[in-house]
C-alpha cells in the first residue's frame, strides 16, 4: 500500500519560511515525478511545483517562482518545498504528489498524502 506522508505545516508570519516534507512508502519504483499542490479555502486545488529525476527537471506555478524550491531524494522517494517570502496568499492545505508514470510535471498523479496546513498571517 502506498502512502505519502507530508509533515513541516505550519502558522508563520509573512517574510517568514517553512520547510515542507513528503515521504512516500510502499512505492517499489522511484516515482518519475513529484510535487506539491495546494487549495486554498473556497478555491480549486492547484499545481505549486513538482521534479522529476533530474535535478533540472522542475516546474512552478508563477506565483511562486523566485521564492519556492522544489527538491527530492530520489531513491528514497522524497520530495521537499522549500517556501522563502511568505506571503498571507500563499495560506493552503499543502498536498504532496506522486506520479507512477511521467506525463509531465503538471500531468495526472496517481498517489497523494493528506496534506499539510500552512498558514501564513499578516
Known amino acids: 500500500q502506498v502512502q505519502l506522508v507530508e509533515s513541516g505545516g505550519g502558522l508563520v508570519q509573512a517574510g517568514g519560511s517553512l520547510r515542507l516534507s513528503c515521504a512516500a512508502s510502499?512505492?517499489?519504483?522511484?516515482?518519475?515525478?513529484m510535487g506539491w499542490f495546494r487549495q486554498a479555502p473556497g478555491k480549486e486545488r492547484e499545481f505549486v511545483a513538482a521534479?522529476?529525476?533530474?535535478?533540472?527537471?522542475?516546474d512552478y506555478t508563477d506565483s511562486v517562482k523566485g521564492r519556492f524550491t522544489v527538491s527530492r531524494h530520489n531513491s528514497e522517494n522524497t520530495v521537499y518545498l522549500q517556501m522563502n517570502s511568505l506571503k498571507v496568499e500563499d495560506t493552503a492545505v499543502y498536498y504532496c504528489?506522486?506520479?507512477?508514470?511521467?506525463?509531465?510535471?503538471?500531468?495526472?498523479?496517481?498517489?497523494w498524502g493528506q496534506g499539510t496546513q500552512v498558514t501564513v498571517s499578516s
Open positions: 521534479a522529476g529525476w533530474s535535478s533540472s527537471d522542475t
Open positions: 510502499g512505492l517499489t519504483f522511484n516515482s518519475p515525478a
Open positions: 504528489a506522486a506520479a507512477r508514470n511521467y506525463r509531465g510535471l503538471r500531468g495526472s498523479y496517481d498517489y
